[in-house]
């Protein structure tokens, strides 16, 4: 059983950068795929970026930019996600995910693909 706590998110200002993290403790051994989303309010969840625990190659959604990197430290089970010259249009809260059972292929990116679930960090972005 994998739990997920994520941390980091704060009030900003407009073109602060923050980091946000994601611990996980558990059995992240196993090397499954960990993504951030985030969910303005009144607004679906929406992809943001994702990786594989052990690196490699990593996918970002459509509705972020080059501002966005996702980062993984196996040996501290945490993942990261940050961003730089935050927008209010960033204001959301973000969510850290995994996926226990995986094959070998592209990352996934709809909600419905992880199965644990951290409770989120809110990330507001002031004018």
């Known amino acids: 059983q994998v739990r997920l706590v994520e941390s980091g998110g704060k009030l900003a200002q407009v073109g602060d950068s923050l980091t946000l993290s994601c611990v996980a403790s558990g059995r992240t051994s196993s090397g499954g795929p960990v993504a951030w989303f985030r969910q303005p309010t009144g607004k679906e969840r929406e992809f943001v970026a994702a990786?594989?625990?052990?690196?490699?190659?990593?996918r970002y959604g459509d509705a972020v930019d080059d501002r966005f990197t996702i980062a993984t430290d196996n040996a501290k089970n945490t993942a990261t996600l940050r961003i730089d010259s935050l927008h209010p249009d960033d204001t959301a809260a973000y969510y850290c995910?995994?996926?226990?059972?995986?094959?070998?292929?592209?990352?996934?990116?709809?909600?419905?693909?992880?199965?644990?679930w951290g409770q989120g960090t809110p990330v507001i972005v002031s004018a």
């Open positions: 995910a995994f996926k226990s059972s995986y094959t070998i292929g592209p990352l996934p990116s709809r909600p419905s693909d992880f199965d644990t």
């Open positions: 990786m594989w625990w052990w690196g490699g190659p990593a």
